[in-house]
């Protein structure tokens, strides 16, 4: 007798075809992504197991020398140890920055899936490199330098790769949202690589890098055999970037449109809902693919200089937090290394919730510039008080995490997601979809300038005092506001020009 066919099957079966290949995709770059992440947490479980507080331990089991350090890993047993994590962190984030600006112009021009799998498989290949030092023994600056900066290069394939296979998937229409739940492989990835990296943290360190290097491999290999970069690939329909008809919001159709003002689906970002014009019924005429954009040609995009200048900053305070959160927890409320690893995942977990919630409010309001800015103002008071009040107790120190990651990665979660999606899909380039690569890395390229800023201030700053690291994170976050303003500006207007029409229409 023959079994009924599998539920899952059924549902699948039921599933339109392109909803099925939208999905597939939407797993895929989110499972890579999430291995891309998982595989950069380690180093900051790492560092307090490289150079931990010797004396906890007792005297030099061989010596009776009652020196602090003879437990620390070599090179990084000296006095200026965070000048050194520094230069780590700032190895990997600076090569990052630089290759991240090549990195969108060559996913322009080579296949997404080859590009992606390919970067993926050697960013396995370095990151295992590192936790191999731990076995062969190794104690030289230079070889953990020389694996950050090419782990740094290669990993700069990941993010205009999946931003590119989503925004070739997903119209407009809910596109914060959608991306917004899908942007949580960044926090997924750090939770996974903070409680991977702290099982072999106290016991064998390298092995906290091995393992995430394989996963990563593994996925990679994964994405070459199923990922399925443009809908025409396999006869779906592509997804609509912009609406057919100059419809208001609230249902007002408007024959004229003030050049300055724009409505809140048609903010400087066109923030238009997609057309439910059904393409699917239409016939595919064959077109000439249009030529990738140009450096320049991208930098004239409306938005993109400015909301790069902000992730820039809003980048600058996120990566501070990824690299030195668990230090800071181990010296301040001194939680052992595990302890503090655990506990600096719930900074992720506030991440995951800001980005869906910062996805949904810009999604209803179309204002992705004045979402982010309100979030950057609050965050600000947020950093203070968790510097002064966030250790006090357990609870204290969650709650204040969960509500600080939110209100930080929401916005830097907003802008490399849907923002870039929607530059490089914008109304400017005439349906020329061969600028998402570019514009997103030019984004995520100058965001990661202040990524590789932020740890490398928070070396220098933090022997000064706590303190000091926490105002630098605050003014950065001011600034980031502060370069949204003209962006805010326009959609505040945008508002307020639709609701005098919409009142003109009632009156009428």
Known sequence: MRAALAPGVRLLRALPRDSRYRGLTLVLTFLCYTSYHLSRKPISIVKSQLHPNCSAFGPHPRNVSNSSTWCSWAPFDRDNYKELFGALDNA?????????????IFGERLPLRYYLSGGMVLSGLFTSLF????????????????????????????????????????????????????????????????????????????????????????????????LVEYPEDVDCSPPLHHMASDEDPGGVTTSEKDPEAVTPN??????????????????????EEPAAISFLGALRIPGVVEFSLCLLFAKLVSYT????????????????????????????VGGILG?????????????????????????????????????????????????????VNGPYALITTAVSADLGTHESLK??????????????????????????????????????????????????????????????????????????????
Not at 93 to 100: F, K, N, Q, R, T
Not at 171 to 194: A, C, D, E, F, P
Not at 372 to 384: G, K, Q
Not at 465 to 483: K, P, Q, T
């Open 266 to 287: 048609e903010g400087p970002l066109s923030l238009s809902g997609q057309s439910s014009v059904d393409r699917s019924n239409s016939p595919k005429e064959p077109a």
């Open 92 to 104: 990997f984030l600076v090569a990052y920055a630089i290759g991240m600006f090549i990195s969108g």
């Open 355 to 407: 980005g869906i919630f910062a996805g949904l409010v810009s999604d209803y309001t179309g204002g992705r510039a004045t979402t982010c800015c309100v979030m950057l103002v609050v965050a600000a008071p947020m950093l203070f008080l968790y510097n002064h009040v966030g250790q006090n107790g357990i609870g204290t120190s969650i709650a204040m995490l969960v509500i600080c990651g939110a209100l």
């Open 131 to 226: 936790g191999l030092g731990y076995f062969w023994d190794i104690h030289v600056l230079w070889y953990f330098i020389v694996v950050q900066v090419c782990n740094g290069l290669v990993q700069t394939t990941g993010w205009p790769a999946v931003v590119a296979c989503v925004g070739n998937w997903f119209g407009k229409g809910k596109r914060g949202l959608i991306m917004g739940i899908w942007n949580s492989h960044t926090s997924v990835g750090n939770i996974l690589g903070s409680l991977i990296a702290g099982v072999w943290v106290s016991s064998a360190w390298g092995l906290s890098f091995i393992v995430p290097g394989i996963i990563i491999a593994t996925v990679g290999i994964i994405c070459f055999f199923f």
């Open 321 to 348: 937090f990824l690299y030195w959160l668990p230090l800071y927890i181990v010296n301040v409320a001194h939680f052992g290394a595990k302890e503090a690893g655990d506990l600096s995942t719930l900074f992720d």
């Open 431 to 508: 349906g020329n979809a061969k600028a998402l690569s570019t514009v997103t890395a030019i984004i995520d390229g100058t965001g990661s300038i202040g990524a590789a800023l932020g740890p490398l201030l928070a070396g220098l700053i933090s022997p000064t005092g706590w303190n000091n690291v926490f105002y630098m994170l605050i003014a950065a976050d001011v600034l980031a506001c502060l370069l949204l303003a003209r962006v805010v500006v326009k959609e505040v207007r945008g508002w307020c020009g639709y609701m005098a029409r919409k009142r003109g229409f009632k009156e009428f």
